[in-house]
């Protein structure tokens, strides 16, 4: 296998597309996935997977029925499994790395208009 490096300014330029992850890479059964978010997402959880959610660009809030969390740029959050959850954009369009199982549907137990079933990889 070759090696490759991954700029993420350049990988998140190459698609427009907003709520529609994209798999920069693998780390054994887990998934590194780059997604734009740009307004409200749908509420979900996952029963299985936890996700971690960094603002690369942008700022971004994670609805949560216990109280939103607010983040910018370079913070992270960590929503462990089971946990009911909204992303949304506070701003114009906001870049975000995700760490998660490739198992992780992005809309996890609900299914909308958002629902991703099969990623494409940068």
């Given at each position: ?48 997977e ?61 299914i ?9 990889r940068?």
């Open positions: 296998m070759k090696l490759q490096k991954v700029n993420l300014a350049d990988a998140f330029a190459s698609f427009s597309d907003p709520w529609s992850p994209k798999v920069a890479g693998d780390i054994n059964a887990m998934q590194i996935k780059l997604a734009k978010f740009d307004g409200k997402f749908d509420w979900h959880h996952h029963e299985q936890d996700e971690l959610f960094l603002v690369v660009k942008g700022k971004m809030r994670m609805g949560l029925r216990s109280g939103d969390i607010d983040l910018d740029e370079g913070e992270m959050i960590i929503v462990p499994h089971g946990v009911e959850h909204c992303p949304e954009a506070l701003t114009d369009e906001c870049h975000v790395l995700m760490l998660e199982p490739n198992t992780t549907l992005n809309t996890g137990n609900v909308t208009e958002k629902t991703v079933n099969n990623l494409d940068l």
